[in-house]
């Protein structure tokens, strides 16, 4: 009912003290005189003031990751003695394990011992024109969207072997 019934009068309920609308008092102990562990720690929110530096943190260590991952498309010109030639790459990155393949004029092929260590970036694609094969090496550094170094070419009728500067990017031109 809506009260306690005492003789002829009816008393308002009384709330307990953080029990709700139950009319006896706690019988829950005294947690300042009789302190007991509780069974889960309290949870430990971040300051509102601090969200921002927090998602700003998150924010950097999923690009730095994403730099230092060679996965994507690729593109760089390079000099030929017929004009400059757009020149494609799809890397995938696996382990330390480059692969992918290396488009140009003369179709796509497979690359070759390739790796990225602490920011170098190396691998080989074999040629092939006029029933010969050439090895050409390209190493450069990797440095977020953009990797420069050097192309290797062997030289013609056994020549030193010609290197030339090399500027990819990362995406479509």
Do not use: C
Not at 28 to 57: F, G, K, S, V
């Amino acid at each position: 009912g809506p009260g306690r019934k005492t003789g002829a009068f009816f008393l308002p309920r009384r709330p307990a003290a953080n029990r709700g609308d139950h009319s006896r008092p706690s019988r829950r102990p005294n947690r300042i005189a009789n302190p007991q562990p509780t069974r889960h720690p309290p949870r430990r929110m971040i300051h509102p003031r601090l969200l921002p530096t927090a998602w700003l943190a998150a924010v950097l260590l999923a690009l730095a990751a994403r730099a230092s991952d060679l996965t994507g498309d690729w593109h760089w010109t390079s000099a030929s003695p017929t004009g400059p030639v757009v020149m494609t790459a799809q890397l995938v990155q696996q382990d330390g394990i480059l692969t992918g393949t290396v488009t140009g004029r003369q179709g796509p092929a497979a690359i070759a011992g390739g790796t990225l260590q602490q920011g170098r970036v190396a691998f080989s694609v074999l040629r092939g024109s006029g029933g010969k094969t050439m090895l050409i090496k390209y190493a450069g550094k990797l440095d977020g969207n953009t990797i420069t170094g050097t192309i290797e070419r062997p030289g013609p009728n056994g020549s030193p072997p010609a290197k030339s500067p090399w500027k990819a990017s990362r995406g479509w031109p």
